[in-house]
């Protein structure tokens, strides 16, 4: 029973945590920071008016079965990944998967949202496909690296036995090391700048998102913006785990600080940066990921 509340109150952090983070940074970062302007209070709940909005549009459909199931398989996916959360250092489905089932889990959006994109007649959606299983394929391989760095170190492969290693420690240079690369790789997973590469609203229009209306783009949004949640909360519980009390309703409380932390620093690359064209981004990934390689070895000799 204890276990099936910490299920139902994690994905209920989920959903609501994202969008309003979502709308934070949206009226006080990108808003007061890129655009010189300060937007009404009532910004902050901007995406939830979105979203309500796109559930009552018409589904218009232009491909197969596969741009009906897709948006609904990448949303799912995320309801699952928030189960293997350790939001307070203690996750649900911790007993049932280890961070390798959570990175499938994670990775599985992409992929749902690459298949829909092929699946569509516009070639906008198409090449936003390609360019998203290309980032893909190094970002997720990156965040893979650096959760097994803390593996090696911690010597488990559990999510909540590697935050209580890392607490006791203090401080560890693999960890560190991950944590910066971590934290780049999120970069991509937020889908913000400087590698907004799959969407790119002024090249291709949205990307993937360009032939989805109404009720499939509001869950395609809402899973977007659980993801940037999961991937922030993942950096903030495994690599700043310190500051818990063991008291859930405040361990929940800071952890949500340090999450809406990261959210703000991330925004702030995205306000300050330029761009990267694919190539630029996917050299650049490239050494992230040899920097993490790096970290792993470190870790087998000195934890």
Sequence with gaps: MERLCYAVLNVIVVLF?????????????????????????????????????????????????????????????????????????????????????????????????????????????SIG?????????????????????????????????????????????PMLIAAGVVFIAMLAQFGRLPFDIPEAEQEI?????????????????????MRQFISASLFATVFIPWGLTGLFVIDLIITLIKVLITFVLVTLVEVLSPRLRIDQALNFYLGVFLTSAIAIAIAYVAP
């Design 17 to 125: 945590f994202a969008p309003l983070f979502e709308g934070f940074v949206r009226k006080y970062i990108r808003a007061n920071i890129a655009h010189s302007r300060r937007g009404p209070l009532v910004g902050i709940w901007q995406p939830f008016y979105d979203l309500l909005k796109l559930f009552a549009k018409e589904d218009i459909r232009v491909g197969g079965a596969l741009q009906t199931v897709m948006p609904y398989v990448g949303f799912g996916s995320m309801l699952v990944a928030s189960l293997f959360l350790p939001l307070c250092g203690y996750a649900p489905l911790d007993a049932f998967g280890d961070l390798i089932v959570f990175i499938y889990t994670i990775s599985l959006f992409a992929i749902s949202l690459a298949i829909l994109a092929l699946d569509s007649s516009s070639p906008y959606s």
């Design 129 to 173: 496909a390609l360019r998203e299983i290309m980032l893909m394929t190094l970002v997720e391989l990156i965040f893979i690296t650096s959760l097994i760095c803390g593996a090696v170190c911690a010597h488990t492969l559990r999510l909540s036995e590697i935050i209580l290693w890392y607490r006791m420690r203090l401080f560890s240079l």
């Design 205 to 225: 229009i949205g990307g993937p998102f360009m032939e989805v209306s109404g009720p499939r783009l509001a869950l395609l949004k809402w899973a977007v913006w």
